[in-house]
């Protein structure tokens, strides 16, 4: 019913996952034909020009890999329907943003793009098809899936195409993308309980095993996969809320949040990572699926474990009010026309991905007393920076700032000395490692005085900073 071994993949959506995806997956795979399709035509374009410092998602190492596989087997196309028809396996990646409207709204993850990615699949497709879920989609979504494209009047054409739907979730981390698909801890594969889904499921595997050993190839019922991908991400959005928590314990006690973390991280059972306490996660991810776990649990009236997570976005939302609230009560409770310089606008280093990022959030608090925001950021661009604000405006318009008004109090700087030139303070909110080199005399002698640096990823050096003359402010640091 299934091939085992896959000649020809299509991806559908052209962004931070099926891109880079696709294209390690080229990479590793030669003899499959990959063809990555997307709407948006400039995307696609983007993805097809000859200068791959143009690739619309930054990622270290991701330009080698496409400049490797792109046009001997990894194409990118707007021919979606094309695609649909010659592809044996299609793997669905498109957006599924938390809903910002109707039942669910602000918890529930938005399906519209992945149910009219089934929908297109069952319209187009002539032959059996492999469908793999690869955007982060709540649990059952496959059984949704599933019945979109079983009404492909299969009941009245014995000749109508089947199909199989499995669940791959992603597990990586952005800026450390292309490493995490090469190295992958584990790579999980959700498949139907029939024949036809382990037909399917060791098609998807037989392709992970060109380059992941078997035995870190696992594979579950769907509904675990599904859940299996939004359990972590709220495990370890919890470590860093958790730690966060802390850091505001110990801004009061004049304990160290790192020293903390350290003495933590050794115990075996707790172990290191995610225990770096910042102004707050960010991310496509991290809080859309608590959310959407947040929303599944209270579907399922389990409102006591719908409040434990909820309180781990309170948290983090907490804690990028905290950070911002820190910086008008240290410039003598007002920050009205007064320059801020934002170093940082992603959500963290090495991405150019913006969504969820706690600048936004920051900055909105500081303009809310109308500071003068002055950005810079080494990957994000002035467009960028103004959507993001814009669309929190429109998500809460008791906030709304007028655009010409927007326009006015922020800035976008491609230097960042001429960013915090004459700033009253400066505050670190991606951890660029950049940063960390720049010459900080020069930036003292420029910024007005009291100099303030408030240091929301703890990446400065303390004591260098503070023998030039600066107000420093880390988090976690009594």
Same mark, same amino acid.
């Given at each position: 019913m $299934?091939?085992?071994?896959i000649?020809?993949?299509?991806?559908?959506?052209a962004?931070?996952?099926?891109? +880079?995806?696709m294209?390690?997956?080229?990479q590793?795979c030669?003899?499959?034909q990959?063809?990555v399709? *997307?709407?948006?035509?400039q995307?696609?374009?983007d993805?097809?020009?000859?200068?791959?410092?143009?690739?619309?998602v930054y990622e270290?190492? @991701?330009?080698?890999?496409?400049a490797e596989?792109?046009?001997?087997? @990894?194409f990118?196309s %707007?021919?979606v329907?094309?695609?649909? &028809?010659?592809a044996?396996?299609?793997?669905?990646? /498109?957006? %599924?943003?938390t809903?910002?409207?109707g039942?669910g709204?602000g918890?529930?993850?938005?399906?519209?793009?992945?149910?009219?990615?089934?929908?297109?699949?069952a319209?187009?497709a002539t032959?059996?098809?492999?469908v793999?879920?690869?955007s982060? @989609?709540?649990?059952?979504?496959a059984?949704?899936?599933r %019945?979109i494209?079983?009404s492909s009047?299969?009941s009245t054409?014995?000749?109508?195409p089947?199909?199989a739907? @499995?669940?791959?979730p992603?597990?990586l981390?952005?800026?450390t993308?292309?490493?995490?698909?090469?190295?992958?801890d584990?790579?999980?594969?959700?498949s139907?309980?029939?024949?036809?889904g382990?037909?399917a499921?060791?098609a !998807?595997?037989n392709i992970?095993?060109n380059?992941i050993p &078997?035995?870190?190839i696992?594979?579950?019922?769907i509904?675990?996969?599904?859940?299996s991908?939004?359990?972590?991400?709220?495990?370890?959005?919890?470590?860093?809320s958790s730690?966060?928590?802390?850091?505001?314990?110990c801004?009061?006690t004049g304990a160290d /949040?790192?020293?903390v973390?350290?003495a933590?991280?050794?115990?075996?059972?707790?172990?290191?990572k995610?225990l770096?306490?910042?102004?707050? $996660?960010?991310?496509?991810c991290?809080q859309?699926?608590?959310?959407?776990l947040v929303?599944?649990?209270?579907?399922?009236?389990? +409102?006591e474990v719908?409040d434990?997570?909820a309180q781990?976005?309170?948290?983090? #939302?907490?804690?990028?009010?905290?950070?911002?609230?820190?910086?008008?009560?240290? !410039?003598?409770?007002t920050?009205?026309g007064?320059?801020?310089?934002f170093?940082?606008w992603?959500?963290?280093k *090495?991405t150019?991905?913006? &969504?969820?990022?706690a600048?936004?959030y920051?900055a #909105?608090?500081?303009?809310?007393?109308?500071?003068?925001i002055?950005?810079? #950021?080494?990957?994000?661009s002035?467009a960028?920076i $103004?959507r993001?604000l814009?669309?929190?405006y429109?998500?809460?318009?008791e906030?709304?700032?007028?655009?010409?008004e927007?326009?006015?109090?922020?800035? /976008?700087?491609?230097d +960042?000395?001429?960013? =915090?030139a004459?700033?009253?303070?400066?505050?670190v909110?991606?951890?660029?490692d950049?940063?960390?080199?720049? *010459?900080?005399q020069?930036?003292?002698?420029? =910024?007005?005085? +009291?100099a303030f640096?408030? #240091?929301?990823?703890?990446i400065?050096?303390?004591k260098?900073l503070?023998?030039?003359?600066?107000?420093?402010?880390?988090?976690?640091?009594?």
């Open positions: $299934f091939p085992t071994e000649k020809k993949i299509a991806c559908i959506g962004g931070y996952v099926g891109g +880079p995806t294209a390690v997956i080229a590793q030669p003899h499959i990959v063809t399709v *997307d709407i948006n035509d995307r696609i374009a993805w097809n020009d000859k200068d791959l410092s143009k690739l619309p270290p190492g @991701l330009p080698e890999v496409v596989a792109r046009g001997r087997n @990894l990118f %707007t021919d329907e094309g695609a649909i &028809r010659e044996e396996m299609i793997f669905i990646s /498109v957006n %599924t943003p809903k910002t409207y039942v709204k918890m529930a993850a938005d399906l519209k793009y992945v149910e009219l990615c089934a929908r297109q699949i319209e187009v032959t059996n098809k492999i793999v879920e690869k982060t @989609l709540p649990v059952r979504t059984q949704a899936i %019945t494209l079983d009047n299969q054409n014995p000749k109508a089947q199909f739907v @499995l669940s791959n992603e597990f981390a952005e800026g993308a292309i490493q995490d698909l090469l190295h992958a584990r790579v999980l594969i959700g139907e309980d029939n024949e036809a382990q037909q499921e060791q !998807l595997a992970y095993a380059w &078997r035995d870190q696992v594979t579950t019922r509904w675990s996969s599904e859940l991908k939004l359990t972590a991400n709220a495990f370890l959005a919890q470590r860093i730690i966060n928590s802390i850091s505001a314990l801004e009061r /949040v790192d020293e973390a350290h933590i991280g050794m115990d075996s059972r707790i172990g290191p995610f770096k306490s910042s102004v707050g $996660f960010g991310g496509s991290f859309k699926d608590i959310l959407n929303y599944l649990c209270q579907h399922f009236n389990l +409102p719908a434990y997570w781990v976005v309170k948290l983090n #939302d907490y804690q990028k009010r905290r950070f911002a609230t820190q910086i008008i009560s240290s !410039l003598f409770n920050v009205s007064k320059k801020i310089a170093l940082g992603a959500f963290k *090495d150019n991905d913006t &969504r969820e990022s600048a936004i920051v #909105d608090e500081l303009l809310q007393d109308r500071a003068e002055h950005v810079y #950021d080494p990957q994000v002035k960028q $103004f993001d814009e669309y929190l429109q998500q809460h318009p906030k709304a700032i007028a655009t010409e927007l326009q006015q109090l922020v800035q /976008v700087h491609a +960042p000395y001429e960013a =915090m004459k700033a009253h303070a400066t505050a909110l991606t951890e660029w950049e940063f960390k080199t720049y *010459d900080w020069k930036v003292y002698d420029s =910024m007005l005085k +009291p640096v408030f #240091d929301g990823r703890n400065l050096d303390r260098a503070t023998t030039i003359g600066f107000e420093l402010k880390s988090i976690g640091k009594g």
